[in-house]
Nanobody
Framework: QAQLVESGGGLVEPGGSLRLSCAAS????????MHWYRQAPGKERELVASVSSTGSTTNYADSVKGRFTISRDNAKNTVYLQMNSLKPEDTAVFYCKADRILTLGGYKYEYYWGQGTQVTVSS
């Protein structure tokens, strides 16, 4: 079955860096776009960054542009989120998501979520 496992979260001081990883298994990783979302306490889950299936296109939320970098290694079935210049407001549970749209013979949206990893930015 499809599985996404995030790792790399933790406690970091403001201005510090972390790199999150999300290892995929049980599905054809190269056919899916990959995304990082985050959810802070009391807030809705928000999209942070996306990378296309080939890795050629990336997009970022305005709040993380210039600080976060999403990338993927299709040989390792893994997507990464490099987070620099972290701020207390980046504190959240970070989730990895894989999705694709199939239009052959109809319309189908397929997606998978990871279990999340906690990132805490505090001094």
């Amino acid at each position: 079955q499809a599985q996404l496992v995030e790792s790399g979260g933790g406690l970091v001081e403001p201005g510090g860096s972390l790199r999150l990883s999300c290892a995929a298994s049980g599905f054809t990783f190269t056919s899916y776009d990959m995304h990082w979302y985050r959810q802070a306490p009391g807030k809705e889950r928000e999209l942070v960054a996306s990378v296309s299936s080939t890795g050629s296109t990336t997009n970022y939320a305005d709040s993380v542009k210039g600080r976060f970098t999403i990338s993927r290694d299709n040989a390792k079935n893994t997507v990464y989120l490099q987070m620099n210049s972290l701020k207390p407001e980046d504190t959240a549970v970070f989730y990895c998501k894989a999705d694709r749209i199939l239009t052959l013979g109809g319309y189908k949206y397929e997606y998978y979520w990871g279990q999340g990893t906690q990132v805490t930015v505090s001094s």
